[in-house]
């Protein structure tokens, strides 16, 4: 976190102010920017416009909006940013109505440059710490946030814009975007700006797909979703894979009884999964007006230092590991790779390489060692990170046959699709990965399988191309 921080300096004395700039930008290495009166920092603040600063640095005795007004009004709209004030000699009272105030420290001019550095390191981890409490007490809770979407896009923002609208309707939406892009964030910071307390239960049409085998078990398992989301929101991912019959039966529910509020969300927008078939007309008609884009991060590059700043912050802080930021290699890496996995795949990287990291800052080295071991074709769909899940969308430990489906999936893909490799990557005989593929009827495998089962006579006899 602290090599890019942002850190805004506030003082009416230009000479002073291009000083301070040049010691917290030059020889502390943030990302320093400079405000001329307390009303122009106040403005800053309060317009949102990036990059947002996460430390202020105020000059008490600022004309104007004086040093305590403008700490009042800060706090007043980011109750959360830190702020030191720089006194003279003799203004020990100023400075303590500013603590009362709400600042985070003072210190006395002129200062050291190793005070300061101290002085702004300890206040970032501890606001970054808190913070992350923060964020874990009220995602317990199941009130994550707008907040908690970082970035600062115009497409973005219009989505977040056009979330917030439809937050409190009880009326079905629709959140379109490609894997990883955040949907069901959004999903969740709707959920928690409307329905906060209320129980929110994501389920996924893959998998309502896999069990539509088995007479009236997807209507059963939706059904049970529907009772444990009333007056809360079901969350639908890729509702295009569900079967048709079962979602015209899940229109048909909540037309008879509305209690849960429904979310659906697919890479693809619902008028082409209508047309490839894939999606019930009813579904349609409730939602072609109801639309949310989630924008893919090749098209949000500007928004990469934020999340990496982000991510590295929450996985130090989780893991306990003293890794304060990234450094700007690191960053210019990042914003400049291809991304494919949007923001998952960025997280989860992120997370491989604090894992990884026994140093202060992670750096651009730091990151090409984690992507070394990930392979070229990674696709991040399994909980967007290249890992099965271990946690279902209602917050529950996952059945072991869900767990097992998910590893052999990603084996397979890790593979190529080579049985042999996959098998050999999850330690186990060729055989009994055939086996188990039938067993769990994995899509896509199960012919090959077959194929490999059948009795050694019946191949032999089989045709050769």
Known sequence: MLMTATILIVDDNPEQLRMAEYAVGQRLRYHAVTAGSG?????RVR???????????LDLMTPGAGGVQVIEAVQACRPQLPIIVFTRYGEDNQAVQALYAGASDFLTKPVALDRLRLSIRNILKLNHMTRYVGYLEHRQVGRVGFADIVGGNPALTLAVAAAKASAASPLPVWIRGEPGTGK??????????GRAGKPFIAVD???????ASEPGMPQEKLAECLRDAENGTLYLRDIG???LPLQQWL????????????????????????????LDHGIYRCVRDAAIAMPPLRDRRQDIPLLARHFVGRYAASERKNIYGLTPDAIRYLTDAPWPGNVRQLAGLLWRAVMMCNQELLDAGNIRLIQQWQPAHYQPDI??????ALIDGQGRIKKLRLIEEDAIRLALRHAGGSMTRAAKSLGI???TLYRRVQELEIGGYISRANQATRPMMEISSMPRS
Request: glycine fraction near 12%; charged fraction near 20%; aromatic fraction near 2%.
């Open 429 to 431: 005989g060729r055989s």
């Open 241 to 243: 894979a569900a079967p």
């Open 383 to 388: 909980d967007g990170v290249g890992v099965p």
């Open 39 to 43: 009303e122009e920092a106040i403005a």
């Open 205 to 211: 049409g893959a998998t309502l797909e896999r069990e």
């Open 47 to 57: 317009s949102g416009r990036q990059p947002q600063p996460d430390l202020l640095l």
């Open 251 to 278: 229109l048909a529910v909540m037309a008879a009884k509305p209690g849960a509020r429904l979310v659906f969300s697919s890479a693809s927008g619902a008028e082409a999964l209508m047309a490839q078939g894939r």
């Open 184 to 193: 069901e964030l959004l999903a969740r910071a709707m959920h928690g700006n």
